[in-house]
């Protein structure tokens, strides 16, 4: 832990959601190479918190639970007004980062917004050399977390073997492919030789049980349940245990890919383009996929979204990539 007696002091204010906190991670690196030795606070939803738990020169996480009229970034102001600040990154552009000290301060407004993917623009906001890759900091917890619900699943059932993990499940409205096509691809895939022996793991919160059903269902003796089995960092390690990811445009495939897991993204209505997953182990397969022309994700079929697993497969399993792990 850095000495915050001594230390250049940053306050980083991100987002209450997973998918954001994951694109905009890689400024936990950038801030140690501006700043090195600096402490970091960071103030963030409860969802993503524990994503930066052990995040290196992170040495407090406040957590923002939302409250009627704005009360929480008053909740925040009192618990950082007290301190100069050296820095502050406010990726959330609120008012709160310009009423309090700091030397310098990056604050995050809607020009910035000039079309390209976001993680480009993050790493543009912060003035890095580079483009700013996104990071999961497993550690020591959620090891233990992971291996406590996976290991009797994968003794059980019909035994270890190759994971495809499924997230069957987003927040935001229109960006769930119907839970039914879920189970109708695991059952494709099950049918398929290359899938042999392969395990179907869904992943996801407590309140994802009711899309992530008919997958495990589905899946039978070959399902692994971590649904609602830990935080979001336990899932994480799940996920990095896996050797294919399927799933929604959400914060657990961003996860998927920061993580370097061969990494397929469903996309509707939402811009494939701009929220794509980020990195050279990655697809989507969308609705439609003209940039700028939208269709419902319910006009993804079990066709389209087979055939896309199939080829992920192709890429990073049956011909392994050089830039795959």
Not at 94 to 108: E, G, H, K, T
Not at 137 to 144: E, N, P, R, T
Not at 154 to 178: C, E, M, R, T, V
């Amino acid at each position: 832990m850095p000495d915050s007696r001594n230390a250049p002091k940053v306050l980083f204010v991100t987002s209450n959601r997973i998918g954001d906190c994951v694109i905009s991670s890689g400024i936990i690196r950038e801030i140690g190479r501006q700043l090195p030795g600096a402490a970091i606070t960071v103030a963030c939803g409860r969802p993503p918190a524990p994503l930066f738990r052990s995040a290196p020169g992170v040495e407090r996480v406040i957590i923002l639970d939302k409250k009627k009229a704005a009360g929480h970034w008053l909740d925040l102001w009192k618990q950082v007004v007290g301190t100069r600040w050296d820095l502050v990154i406010d990726i959330r552009g609120s008012a709160l980062s310009y009423l309090i000290p700091a030397r310098r301060r990056v604050v995050y407004n809607r020009r910035w917004e000039t079309g390209v993917r976001k993680v480009e623009m993050v790493s543009r906001l912060m003035g890095a050399s580079g483009t700013m890759e996104p990071e999961i900091f497993l550690d020591a917890q959620s090891d233990a977390d992971r291996r406590a619900v996976l290991a009797p699943q994968l003794a059980a059932g019909s035994g270890p073997g190759p994971i495809l993990a499924l997230a069957p499940i987003a927040h935001q409205p229109g960006k769930s492919w119907p839970a039914d096509r879920w189970g109708e691809l695991v059952e494709r895939l099950k049918a398929d030789s290359r899938f042999d022996g392969w395990r179907f793991m869904a992943v996801g919160g407590p309140g994802d049980r009711p899309p992530a059903t008919p997958a495990l269902e589905a899946a039978g003796p070959r399902g692994i349940d971590f649904i609602g089995k830990g935080d979001i960092l336990a899932s994480a390690d799940a996920i990095a245990a896996a050797d294919l990811f399927v799933g929604n445009d959400s914060g657990l495939m961003h996860v998927a890919a920061a993580l370097g897991r061969p990494t397929l993204g469903l996309f509707g209505p939402t811009e494939w383009w701009l929220y794509g997953p980020w990195g050279t182990t990655t697809r989507t397969v969308a609705s439609n996929e003209r940039r700028g022309a939208f269709a419902p994700i319910e006009a993804l079929s079990v066709d389209q979204v087979f055939a896309a697993v199939l080829a992920l497969h192709a890429d990073f399993i049956a011909s392994p990539s050089p830039a795959a792990p």
